[in-house]
């Protein structure tokens, strides 16, 4: 919101349309590039650098199709208090990210039935902090879980979370798919303004279902040195 007249005060001084009109002409790729910079967050191609690529810790990181990530995009709750659950669920932060990167994760093993995917959010340091305190909140005041785009989520449960980046979350959320209940993990760490959000599921043992701590130090680690 600041970022026009802050950007623009210098030579829309001197001719007001000038900012506007280069702005204009910039692609989504270098406006996103501007704003990161702004922000001191990662823009996409950044982000993308940082993320785990292939075998990590026991699993195979690979990337999601856009196609299929945009799938999961304006998930909302309906409950507002529970809006920060429902836009993990579709992979996404509920605070907009100034860029966002995804990957699935398959065991190497077969007899590791945890499966489940993960995804990058890049943030103003301010902005992340706050996704991860109303993802707290929202752990803590919708236990009963909440409905969304049909869906039910029926319980939420708090679970201790890793000691690792600056701050971590950890929960349970239950689905109703069909007749089925399903739970699914959910470990959120924050890691300077990037939020890093490991989800998995185990149909054979729910108390297996978190991803490893050993790939989410992983990938705190490629992000602490795409920091440099």
């Not at 900012?19 to 191609?45: I, M």
């Not at 699935?104 to 990058?120: C, F, H, I, R």
């Not at 029926?154 to 089925?180: F, S």
């Amino acid at each position: 919101m600041s970022a026009c007249s802050g950007e623009s005060t210098e030579s829309g001084a001197k001719n007001p349309t000038a900012g506007a009109s280069a702005k204009s002409k910039q692609s989504p790729e270098e406006k996103e590039a501007a704003e990161a910079k702004r922000l001191g967050a990662f823009d996409g191609k950044a982000l993308e650098k940082a993320a785990i690529t292939g075998r990590t810790a026991g699993f195979d990181a690979k990337k999601i199709a856009k196609a299929e990530v945009e799938a999961g995009r304006g998930m909302e709750a309906d409950k507002k208090a529970c809006q920060p659950l429902a836009s993990l669920i579709g992979g996404f932060t509920h605070v907009p990210a100034v860029s966002t990167v995804h990957r699935s994760l398959q065991p190497e093993k077969a007899a590791n039935a945890t499966v489940g995917s993960m995804w990058l959010a890049s943030h103003s340091e301010e902005n992340a902090g706050r996704v991860m305190k109303e993802l707290r909140t929202a752990v803590t005041e919708c236990p009963k879980g909440f409905k969304t785009l049909g869906l039910t989520y029926g319980k939420v449960e708090n679970l201790p979370a890793p000691k690792l980046g600056d701050e971590a979350v950890g929960y349970r959320i239950t689905g109703d798919i069909g007749k089925q209940k399903v739970p699914m993990t959910y470990t959120v760490v924050r890691s300077g303004g990037v939020i890093a959000a490991f989800y998995g599921v185990n149909m054979l043992d729910a108390k297996q279902a978190a991803i490893p701590e050993a790939v989410v130090k992983a990938q705190l680690e490629r992000i602490a040195d795409a920091r440099g």
